[in-house]
């Protein structure tokens, strides 16, 4: 059973920044398809980004248009760690934050595409 854990979440002025973390337990954390979403409050579960498992060619990552070039995806396959790095960081991206993985190479932004999800973790931007 594929396990995951949040955790970087927290109360931020905007503008400003935080690195989510996504621990992954498994043994072949680097076939696995990794992806944030969130949810603010009233609203549905929404893709962030995307990082694709690992192949001969590396690594493909994917990101929502809200959030791309502010959000930088990244995974650490040391410590089978997947992060978020949220800079910039607006009142409308206050939301829970979830990882998910999927038990292939390829990441989709489609929710339901993905086996296994985190707890999540709150992100709060104050204005």
């Known amino acids: 059973q594929v396990q995951l854990v949040e955790s970087g979440g927290g109360l931020v002025q905007a503008g400003g920044s935080l690195r989510l973390s996504c621990a992954v337990s498994?043994?072949?954390?680097?076939?696995?398809?990794v992806g944030w979403f969130r949810q603010a409050p009233g609203k549905e579960r929404e893709f962030v980004a995307y990082v694709s498992g690992i192949n001969w060619r590396g690594s493909t990552t994917s990101y929502a248009d809200s959030v791309k070039g502010r959000f930088t995806i990244s995974r650490d396959n040391a410590k089978n760690t997947v992060f978020l790095q949220m800079n910039t960081l607006k009142p409308e991206d206050t939301a829970v934050y979830y990882c998910?993985?999927?038990?292939?190479?390829?990441?989709?932004?489609?929710?339901?595409?993905?086996?296994?999800w985190g707890q999540g973790t709150q992100v709060t931007v104050s204005s």
């Open positions: 998910a993985a999927r038990n292939t190479l390829v990441a989709t932004t489609i929710l339901g595409d993905y086996d296994y």
């Open positions: 498994g043994r072949t954390f680097n076939r696995y398809a």
